[in-house]
């Protein structure tokens, strides 16, 4: 802490409540129910046949017409 905080706290000063920070809006929200649905019929699926990420995506570019989302592969 700076100090500036120390010495607002010796005052006596009350730090000012904390802003909430909004969440940005995904572009995946419209279809979370959709993966969620997935990956719930996974639980029950052999450790073989369950979804990967890249089937997901796949489903959904497929099946629901999603050209609005991309597969980022991590670096």
Do not use: C
């Amino acid at each position: 802490m700076t100090w500036r905080t120390v010495r607002r706290a010796l005052d006596g000063q009350w730090p000012e409540p904390r802003k909430r920070q909004w969440r940005k809006e995904s572009r995946l929200d419209p279809y979370r129910p959709l993966i969620d649905g997935m990956l719930r019929a996974d639980l029950d699926a052999p450790p073989k046949q369950r979804h990967t990420a890249q089937r997901i995506f796949d489903r959904l570019v497929e099946g629901h017409g999603t050209n609005d989302v991309s597969y980022s592969i991590p670096l």
